[in-house]
């Protein structure tokens, strides 16, 4: 089973997304703060991080920044979620592998979890 963490300081978006996510068959662990985040990554290796890009504490570009410096957590799949543009967040954020914009459709983020989970 894979296993997906969701960090996001929403906690009526974390617990759909849980809910649906879980549905499907992945464990899901969340997060409401970047802090807190790295230290459930650290205690579960994820194979995808779902990431909002602002929070409080340490914000999506300070845990991206943290998990590509960190050996064990840098080549983690990372898909970023924020109602801001995405060239806000590009201009911040290196080594992503998707954006969406908040609100986004459920759809679309199963298709990215889906493209981006497939395989081994």
């Known amino acids: 089973m894979k296993t997906i963490v969701i960090v996001d300081d929403e906690f009526g978006l974390a617990d759909v997304l849980t809910a649906t996510l879980s549905d499907i ?3 899901v ?7 807190q985040g790295l230290d459930v990554m650290a ?9 909002d890009y602002m929070m409080p504490l340490l ?6 920044k ?5 050996p064990k957590l ?3 799949p990372v898909i970023v979620m924020s109602a801001v543009p995405e060239s806000v967040v590009s201009a911040r954020c290196e ?6 914009r908040k609100p986004f459709d459920f759809q679309t983020l199963l298709n990215a979890v ?7």
């Not at 662990?29 to 802090?35: P, V």
């Not at 889906?114 to 081994?120: F, H, I, K, L």
């Open 66 to 70: 943290a998990m590509r410096a960190d």
């Open 114 to 120: 889906e493209r981006v989970t497939a395989g081994p």
């Open 43 to 51: 205690e579960h290796l994820p194979d995808l991080v779902l990431l």
């Open 95 to 100: 080594g992503y592998v998707a954006f969406l």
């Open 59 to 64: 914000d999506g570009a300070g845990v991206l």
């Open 29 to 35: 662990l969340s997060a409401s703060n970047g802090k």
């Open 74 to 76: 840098a080549l983690v």
């Open 25 to 27: 068959g992945f464990r």
